[in-house]
């Protein structure tokens, strides 16, 4: 069994950075990625970036990329926009890369982000 707990979220404005954590614990034996996804009101739960478990390969969504940088312990967010606003999931899956959140195993439980205009 595998945990994972977010933390980080708040309110910031348009162009401020923020920095996710996700917090793993117990034997995550079998996984080989790890992934942000975030989810608005209204909307689909999207993919933002993941990591492969050893911490090398990333991949990004276009909407992030160049702005957000992941690694296995932390998302940062820099230049924020209000389109950012969701809530924020870490996910762990036994396939690194993967997009699809119905391959992800083990979620979180989210962290708010709010970005002003």
């Known amino acids: 069994q595998v945990q994972l707990v977010e933390s980080g979220g708040g309110l910031v404005q348009a162009g401020d950075s923020l920095r996710l954590s996700c917090a793993v614990s117990?034997?995550?034996?079998?996984?080989?990625?790890l992934g942000w996804f975030r989810q608005a009101p209204g909307q689909e739960r999207e993919f933002v970036a993941a990591?492969?478990w050893g911490g090398g390969d990333t991949t990004y969504a276009d909407s992030v990329k160049g702005r957000f940088i992941i690694s296995m312990q932390y998302l940062q967010m820099n230049s924020l926009k209000p389109e950012d606003t969701a809530v924020y999931y870490c996910?762990?899956?036994?396939?690194?890369?993967?997009?699809?959140?119905?391959?992800?195993?083990?979620w979180g439980q989210g962290t708010q982000v709010t970005v002003s205009a």
């Open positions: 996910a762990a899956a036994k396939v690194w890369g993967t997009r699809r959140s119905a391959e992800y195993l083990y």
């Open positions: 117990g034997r995550p034996v079998g996984l080989y990625g």
């Open positions: 990591i492969d």
